[in-house]
């Protein structure tokens, strides 16, 4: 599974399965999550099975939190900027990557901890102003910083060579 992810799923997943929230997971193989965490498994009623491509920024926009799961330190996964692009509420882990390409408390929201998970997510579920608003920055940077023809640009050149 990675270090990162299993790290990244313990800290913003597992302390959601444990609320009374409303949850949604999409994805595949979220049925088996006991095979890494004993003793936890996501709710029929949580798991949504797999979302088709065309369908997310419709979830990710209307979502009041959407929860990135990061895989590198210093990467960001792909799904952190569609939720943002889409003008989602970002909740995703504290990353060097993070840290470095967006801004924490000003465009996302980044957890260490589940502990910090719950209470962010309790948090920006009681103040809709403040996570619209940083929502919004998001969408901005995204489209700023990581629109794709900004970013082929950056690397046509090296496609070309290659």
Same mark, same amino acid.
């Not at 023809?149 to 290659?162: A, N, P, S, V």
């Given at each position: 599974? =990675? *270090?990162?992810?299993?790290?990244?799923?313990?800290?913003? +997943? &597992?302390?959601?399965?444990?609320?009374?929230?409303?949850?949604?997971?999409? =994805?595949?193989?979220?049925? =088996?999550?006991?095979?890494?965490?004993?003793?936890?498994? +996501?709710?029929?009623?949580?798991?949504? =099975?797999?979302?088709?491509?065309?369908?997310?920024?419709? +979830?990710?926009?209307? $979502?009041?939190?959407?929860?990135?799961?990061? $895989?590198?330190?210093?990467?960001?996964?792909?799904? !952190?900027?569609?939720?943002?692009?889409?003008?989602?509420?970002?909740? @995703?882990?504290? !990353?060097?990557?993070?840290? *470095?390409?967006?801004?924490?408390?000003?465009?996302?929201?980044?957890?260490n901890s589940p502990e910090e998970t719950l209470d962010l997510v309790t948090y920006y579920l009681d103040h809709d102003n403040e996570r619209k608003l940083i929502a919004e920055h998001g969408r901005e940077l995204a489209v700023q910083q990581f629109d794709y !023809?900004? @970013?082929?640009?950056? &690397?046509?050149? *090296?496609?070309?060579?290659?």
């Open positions: 599974m =990675g *270090e990162l992810r299993y790290r990244s799923i313990h800290d913003l +997943v &597992i302390p959601l399965l444990k609320t009374d929230l409303n949850v949604k997971i999409w =994805g595949k193989h979220w049925e =088996g999550i006991g095979l890494f965490y004993p003793d936890m498994k +996501v709710p029929k009623l949580m798991y949504q =099975g797999i979302l088709p491509f065309q369908q997310t920024p419709r +979830v990710f926009s209307s $979502t009041k939190i959407n929860i990135s799961i990061q $895989t590198c330190k210093d990467q960001l996964s792909n799904r !952190t900027l569609d939720i943002l692009a889409s003008g989602g509420f970002l909740l @995703t882990s504290n !990353t060097k990557a993070v840290r *470095e390409k967006l801004r924490p408390g000003i465009n996302c929201i980044a957890s !023809t900004r @970013t082929l640009q950056k &690397i046509w050149y *090296e496609i070309e060579t290659e």
